[in-house]
């Protein structure tokens, strides 16, 4: 097998395929990070004199050919290649040489896949980010098009007051704007450069670490090279833990769609083309795809804790437990992305009843504005209170008035333009034409 670290003698086999792992596997969704990261590395090496400006020209057209193919999905790790680090120089050296040997100067596979890791983590939040809005952005369509369409709402799961179908679509519209305002804290603490920590203890090339974040588009660097290394695993939490909120949204709507679109409650209801049927009984169309969605968003709530078990005790430096990080962390982004992606075309496509509210089964919801219209006649609200709740057990309890809410975020005033202009704020809060302009400068022939 082709190492990095090889020194001249052979590991068992069995050694060597348990601690490579999936690496192989995984790393083929780091190889244009890692291609970025060693072009920024070696145009830093050639600033500071480790390489010639012959050596970096030789080196750049490789390096920009082999991001071209890994881009595209074609970057392949070949057998006996240990990890995604190893093919990069290996490939450099059949076509260059000993010049491939020198790419790995002032650097180490720790602070190599950490980079990696960030460039990718960072990626991956951008088009998980595009996917938010389009979904927030259905939400209000369909917020704005049911504003008067009432629902019961619920609490205890009882029957509670009016709501509307408007009022519901928009909370979850809100609720994604609150996780994007998580996510750019999870992109801040991603968004800086560990490259030039080396093992965790920096290194005596003289590296300009500056340069190198300049070229790689990140806001800052992880000073500390120690710290760059204790990052592993923290970085890799806090961003899932971003993660995680949007899948408690999301699986939480997925579970709401769920309840409301069983014939006990009959509120939404999915085309049949959105439906999938059962083996043994004819009658059955059932709502699978919002029960994988809240299955998946689950799963992904507990990601966090799953990081945490492998890091929790570990002391300051690398160790090789950061490794199974990969395995835990990597496939969370392409998970969520589909769930979105399914979730939108899922609420744009389901129907919703009207006239829901006319059913004598949710005329007690009319409770309260029947307690406040005869508070606005002069009545003290707990007496109002317990006539109506006299005439409901009576039976005799009808709703005189008419619906009027007026208050920001209810029934009435659903404002869903000043969350609109939250999201907006957050979203254009996220550099993501810098990070761009840096990569298509470092990338460029």
């Known amino acids: 097998m082709n190492k990095l670290w090889d020194k001249g003698f052979e590991v068992d086999g069995k050694i060597a395929a348990f601690t ?57 790790i070949g057998e006996g290649v240990e990890d995604v680090h190893s093919q990069v120089e290996l490939d450099l050296t059949r076509i260059l040489g000993d010049l491939g040997k020198k790419i790995h100067t002032g650097r180490s596979r720790n602070d190599q896949v950490a980079v990696d890791i960030r460039l990718f983590t960072r990626s991956a939040i ?33 029957v509670a007051m009016p709501s509307s179908f408007g009022l519901w679509f928009g909370a979850y519209a809100e609720s994604l704007a609150d996780d994007m305002t998580v996510m750019k804290g999870a992109w801040d603490v991603n968004d800086r450069n560990p490259l030039g920590s080396a093992a965790g203890y920096g290194s005596s090339a003289p590296l300009d670490r500056k340069m190198t974040t300049e070229l790689l588009g990140f806001s800052g660097l992880d000073y500390n090279s120690v710290y760059a290394q204790m990052g592993r695993g923290k970085v890799e939490r806090i961003v899932s833990f971003a993660y995680s909120c949007l899948a408690e949204t999301v699986g939480r709507l997925a579970m ?19 439906t999938t049927g059962s083996s043994i009984m004819p009658h059955k169309k059932n ?28 002391p300051s430096g690398y160790f090789r437990d950061m490794q199974l990080l990969k395995e835990i962390f990597l496939p969370m982004f392409g998970e969520m992305d589909d769930v979105l992606d399914i979730a939108l075309f899922a609420v744009e496509n389901m129907e ?22 005869l508070v606005s006649e002069g009545m003290p609200f707990r007496d109002a209170y317990r006539k109506v709740a006299e005439e409901i057990k009576d039976g005799s309890f009808e709703f005189h008035g008419t619906l009027a809410h007026t208050h920001e975020g209810s029934v009435g005033n659903l404002c869903n333009e000043e969350v609109a202009h939250r999201m907006e704020d957050v979203i254009s809060s996220f550099p993501f034409d810098r990070v761009a302009s840096a990569l298509n400068s470092l990338t460029k022939s």
């Open 287 to 314: 709502p699978d795809v919002f029960e994988l969605i809240r299955a998946h968003c689950n799963r992904i709530q507990g990601i966090p804790n799953d990081i945490r078990l492998v890091t929790g005790n570990l």
């Open 126 to 158: 951008e088009r998980t980010v595009l996917k938010v809005k389009a979904l927030f952005d259905v939400l209000q369509k369909r917020s704005g098009e049911c504003r008067d369409i009432l629902m019961p709402g619920y609490t205890h799961l009882q």
């Open 20 to 76: 490579v792992g999936k690496d192989r596997e995984l790393d083929l969704l780091l190889a244009p990070f890692d291609i970025l990261g060693t072009i920024a590395h070696i145009t830093m090496l050639e600033s500071r004199g480790l390489l010639s400006r012959k050596e970096l020209d030789r080196l750049l057209p490789e390096l920009r050919g082999m991001y071209s193919v890994a881009r595209a999905g074609n970057f392949v």
């Open 352 to 373: 919703v009843r009207d006239n829901l509210m006319e059913d004598p089964r949710y005329k007690a919801a009319f409770s309260v504005e029947e307690a406040n219209r």
């Open 256 to 274: 709401d769609c769920c309840l409301f679109n069983s014939q006990n409650f009959g509120f939404v209801k999915l085309p049949d083309a959105l």
